[in-house]
């Protein structure tokens, strides 16, 4: 699997530690950076990672900061983007199982590295459920294209 990953200041430790868990599998990894600890701007990666995903180039995403909230955000602005924060393995099944997520997004701060490592195995493990989940990312899909 290819899986594009990217994380900003904050996440680049966790970042780090999951890339070479991704590599170390066997997966292909398009890192998207950043590459150190100096301050830099989530949305920047997430939106890398994002257009990665939309586009066909990776099969899935993994962003990383301190939170993971502003990076679901802001890659969730790209259409296509099924971006979840999520906290513990069974919200990542779900996520995956019902939603579909195609983005997986996790709080540095908040995850040590052997949760966040199990988190990571079951965003690219579980499969999409589909039935009447389909039907709701459908609609979800029609809302990419509204405007106000």
Avoid: W
Wanted: charged share 25%.
């Amino acid at each position: 699997m290819r899986i594009a990953v990217a994380a900003d200041h904050a996440g680049f430790a966790l970042k780090e530690k999951l890339r070479r868990k991704l590599v170390d599998e066997g997966h292909e990894v398009a890192d998207y950076g950043t590459n150190s600890t100096e301050s830099s701007d989530y949305p920047d990666f997430a939106q890398a990672v994002a257009n990665d995903v939309a586009h066909g180039e990776s099969d899935r995403g993994l962003l990383v900061c301190a939170t993971g909230v502003g990076m679901s955000i802001a890659a969730n602005k790209v259409a296509g983007i099924r971006a979840a924060h999520t906290s513990s393995e069974e919200e990542t099944r779900l996520s995956r199982s019902h939603n579909d997520a195609n983005v997986l997004a996790l709080g540095a701060k908040f995850l040590d590295e052997a949760t966040a490592g199990r988190m990571l195995d079951v965003f690219l493990h579980t499969e999409f459920e589909g039935g009447r989940h389909a039907r709701r990312l459908a609609k979800i899909a029609k809302l990419e294209n509204q405007t106000t």
